[in-house]
């Protein structure tokens, strides 16, 4: 099943790699570019970069390549939120009422070195890292790019030596920030629709550090949360016993924001008043919070993916903000709907990437206003009670009618089966449903459990389908 | 009240005019410069050129700058859309029940020229033509222009001199495609959410002359549709008894689209088949169809409208699609807003620019969304049933209790007191209120108009609060 063409792929981030071991799989000659030195070269600081949520739709990728024994060692699994609130006190909220539903902590580097490692096992790739692309045409498939230096360009003899690719089709990996992305702005004559919208937050990421014994300063097995209204603080486990720790904080407004967090003394009072219980696990905090960067947080859309012989994919076409635990999934999953897409065009590649793309699209966008949604959720999270009773109830169906119900969250996340804009829709109509019924004392406590299943599950499917419902 | 700071108005279009005009009413000192040429020495072209909708927001703009009477001589009333089936019926169905509620076709260039006439009786104002915008220091309030020569540029001599402004404020009313808002784009350090979407329709202009006894060719006053599921066509009157035809088409698939009505042939045929009754007025169709552009239809969106101490208005932050009329509508209520931001702001410019971007930034996001829901409105417009009799029903209401009711036409249109996100959530929550009361025939024979009145109020404003009305 050798495949005659040249993909090259721009971009050696999770999606760009993952796409290329399929692709290279399937018999196509594969070039893979990354601006970026190998992260494999700078080990020692692996396992206290960034982790990532992964979850079914992510795992579902890995699969597809024959990576999902290999992975599982580089997983800790999450099988539930466990809130903080302000007097130290804990709370588990768990994802699901299934037993063996849980999300995974993955060290976005661990995870990155797995892929080219197995991709290098290939003859049919080769991997160019520290070349930038500068240019490309988008109708021609062909790129130029510059050899970067790691070093000081004066001092590396690779700097300067510009060169061209000449491919078939270039799909572009290069992350929210494309350059492919953005030479299709530019492109004359082509109406492209595109958009970048940053929240007023933004975010920073901090360090739980392994205790003096050698364990972990928290629950392992969850994703932590502590949510303060308009500001939160999350930590995920990483496999040397640390969590990464992110804060998400408004830019301005408020007692406290990142434009007025400028010194030791406001950071050390802004914690202990907001995060008092996770200020006692952050013995580092002072310096690590002038020395690690601010980042924003952005949603980019962009319609059509495609001009040309060149496809956007991954983040290059739809980033989304963090708070469904969905990016890299989401990746992930476009290399398996590009798979599926081939397998249905019969391999024609053109073919393959303009069904991809407008198959695709809809999904992309529908995790991306769920992230976005989720947002306000995550950080309020209060004690509200009819969100406290539907959470019971959704846990109590999963549990008790394990194949009849799955809330919102497992079916964007546990339920890989279903494209992601089925599944909001589907979720977020039993919400509302749900939340409405328990307002108005519609499900009775003399109702049995499977009795409220039904009525929620009628209910619910007339209102995702009519999107509203309105009786007077 | 002598206004001592220096303000450069990028861009002499329907806005920076209008905007220019104000503020050198309040004594600042004005420089507006624009890359085209002169309109108003191209006077020929004037009459046939573009026409628009001009409605109440509008109106309160040039009411502010006491051009109320003068621009009535420009104005053309039309008093309802005009619907033309293929059989060749026409039915007007009116815009309001209210007597002396219309809205008018005017010329583009004959508005502009009526600004730019006014604007020169003032001696604290500079108007520049044929300088193009080639670089803007949004922090420092300076830029660069470059003469650009209506020749070629090699038998020009004005070509070539590039020269620099220095003001104390900016405010780019460039228009859809700003040279400003790019600016802003490509500003480091600076997080600019923005947005360019296209529709899968363009729209090209055509023209009905004026018949050979010297009048107009249809009804004068109404603006004419020929909705037809996919596609349409509008008309409107032009001063000189000729009608400015628009055709809103696909650019793809169907039988008929942009991309293959390629000869005078398929032109031929599509008209005769598609709209009988207009082809039969377009004597000069089969030249004007392929003379005249075809153009897109984008909706721009960004946030903050300000940055330093520069300032976007008009289409240059807020370019809408045209299918509610309201483009320059609210180009024109921008002015209006920035001017009471001022007077709020004590003319502190600075805050009003902060004050007014926060503060329009939802009106305008309301209309954008409004005007492209419309866009499948006006197209498919069928013999609805819940439809009609909705707008009949509205009609009696506007008609019998002309305090009490305003339909979402009405609140847009006609109550420019009324912020377009208020106008436009009342007006959505009457729509969806009415169509179900139809639907499950809530609104009894039995009923008075006062009782339907009533009711209808009641739960619509409900409807409004709660966004969802969810009764089980």
């Known amino acids: ?66 990576l999902e024994k290999e992975v599982e060692s580089l997983c800790i699994p999450m099988y539930g939120r466990m809130l903080h609130n302000l007097e130290g006190e804990s709370q588990l ?13 993955i060290s976005r580097t661990g995870l990155n070195a797995l892929l080219l490692d197995k991709l290098e096992t290939y003859p049919n790739v080769e991997i160019k890292f520290e070349d930038t692309c500068t240019h490309v045409n988008l109708k021609q498939a062909s790129a130029s790019f510059k050899p970067v230096a790691s070093n000081p360009p004066e001092s590396s003899s690779r700097a300067g030596s510009e060169y061209i690719i000449q491919a078939d089709y270039i799909i572009g990996t290069d992350g929210a920030g494309s350059m492919v992305r953005k030479q299709m702005e530019h492109e004359q004559g082509f109406l492209f629709s595109h958009s970048q919208d940053f929240l007023t937050h933004g975010y920073k990421e901090l360090t739980f550090p392994a205790t003096k014994n050698g364990g972990y300063a928290s629950e392992k097995g969850a994703l932590h949360i502590w949510p303060r209204g308009e500001n939160m603080l999350i930590a995920l486990p990483n496999m040397d016993k640390s969590f990464t720790v ?9 007692k406290y924001n990142f434009n007025n967090l400028t010194s030791k003394a406001i950071v050390e009072e ?5 995060y008092p219980d996770a200020y006692k696990l952050m013995p580092q905090l002072k310096t690590e919070f002038f020395e690690n960067p601010t980042a924003p947080l952005g949603t980019i859309r962009c319609s059509p993916w495609t001009y040309g012989k060149t496809l956007l994919m991954g983040d290059a076409s739809h980033a989304i903000v963090p708070f469904y635990g969905q990016g890299m999934n989401a990746s992930f999953e476009d290399v398996v ?9 019969d391999f024609e590649f053109e073919n393959a990437i303009n069904l991809f793309s407008k198959h695709r699209k809809p999904d992309a966008d529908a995790i991306a206003d769920l992230a976005l949604d989720n947002f306000h959720e995550m950080k309020s999270h209060t004690a ?17 009618f394990p194949k009849d119900y799955h809330s919102k969250y ?9 494209p992601y804009s089925k599944a909001i829709r589907q979720g977020r109509a039993q919400d509302l449903v749900i939340q409405e019924m ?35």
């Open 337 to 345: 709907e590009f798979d599926k897409a081939l397998v249905e065009s």
């Open 410 to 418: 497992s079916l964007v996340t546990f339920r890989e089966d279903l």
């Open 1 to 66: 099943m050798t495949k005659k063409e040249h993909i090259l792929i721009i971009g050696a981030g999770l999606c760009g790699s993952l796409l290329a071991l399929r692709l290279t799989q399937l018999g196509y000659q594969v070039t893979l570019t990354e601006k970026r030195a190998d992260l494999r070269k700078a080990k020692l600081a692996a396992g206290r970069s960034i982790n990532l949520a992964l979850s079914n739709r992510g795992l579902k990728g890995l699969k597809l390549v024959g």
């Open 384 to 400: 509200d009670e009819v969100f406290l009773a539907k959470r019971k109830l959704e846990l109590d169906f999963e549990n008790q």
């Open 438 to 472: 328990l307002r108005k004392n519609i499900l009775k406590p003399e109702m049995s459990l499977e009795e409220k299943l039904n009525l929620v599950r009628e209910v619910s499917k007339k209102a995702e389908e009519n999107e509203l419902i309105f009786d007077l």
């Open 270 to 274: 802004y914690f202990k008043e907001v």
């Open 93 to 105: 909220s768990k994802y699901s009422g299934r037993d063996g539903e849980y999300i995974n902590s």
């Open 246 to 254: 992110t804060l998400f904080l408004a830019y301005e407004g408020g």
